[in-house]
């Protein structure tokens, strides 16, 4: 069983939906979660950045985080063509930045 | 902003062959990796830097090397090239050990004949 588990999709929704991206993983340790945006022939960048269960909202984007549940979300409201990317979860833990451990990816398609 | 420059972003190699892939970074980043992503696979961690002339091994270490002479600058050698090191190659850096964001380059897509 791998640590992080991602739908990798592809996922295609219309200009202006909401869209629900989500991981689930199996290491209680880990303490900080991370999404990243990765659009094609680019390399990641960091999107959203938590540390705690609940929600943090930045935008159109909503990061969730369920530790009991061992499970992450990424919400984005309104969505645009300019957010088709692929979409990589991220986690680890504090004083083990080269422990993060990603997801496989979930692309997503916004059709205009 | 954070800059991480990959020299070459496409390369076309034979089997056997010596390769050498570059990152350089400009803020000044303690902690540079060595990441390949592989459709299914996400992003592996081959190996990663600390400091000036340190390195560990990350998740998938064999048949790579690195090198870090300056604090600037990391590269990635695969010392005899194999098909199965076809991949995308990403460098990253970060500010920190306790940090969890990493600042990516934009990559160097590696096929090997």
């Known amino acids: 069983q791998k640590e992080v588990e991602q739908d990798p999709g592809p996922l295609s929704v219309p200009e202006g939906a909401i869209v629900s991206l989500n991981c689930t993983y199996s290491n209680s340790a880990f303490q900080y979660f991370m999404w990243y945006r990765q659009y094609s022939r680019k390399g990641p960048e960091l999107l959203m950045y938590?540390?705690?269960?609940g929600n943090k909202e930045d935008g159109r984007f909503t990061a969730q985080v369920d530790k009991s549940s061992k499970y992450i979300s990424l919400f984005i409201r309104d969505s645009q063509p300019s957010d088709s990317a692929t979409y990589l979860c991220?986690?680890?833990?504090?004083?083990?930045?080269?422990?993060?451990?990603f997801g496989s990816g979930t692309r997503l398609s916004i059709r205009p | 902003d954070v800059k991480v420059t990959q020299s070459s972003r496409y390369l076309v190699k034979r089997t056997g062959e010596k390769v050498f892939l570059e990152c350089v970074q400009d803020m000044d980043h303690e902690n540079m990796f060595w990441y390949r992503q592989d459709p299914g696979l996400g992003l592996r961690l081959i190996y990663f830097s600390y400091d000036v002339k340190m390195k560990e091994k990350g998740d998938i270490p064999e048949g790579y090397s690195v090198s870090r002479e300056k604090k600037e600058r990391f590269s990635l050698i695969l010392e005899s090239a194999s098909t199965n090191q076809t991949s995308m190659y990403l460098c990253?850096?970060?500010?920190?050990?306790?940090?969890?964001?990493?600042?990516f380059g934009e990559g160097s897509r590696l096929t090997v004949l």
């Open positions: 991220a986690m680890g833990r504090y004083s083990s930045a080269s422990k993060i451990i």
């Open positions: 938590t540390y705690s269960s």
């Open positions: 990253a850096s970060s500010p920190g050990q306790d940090t969890g964001e990493l600042f």
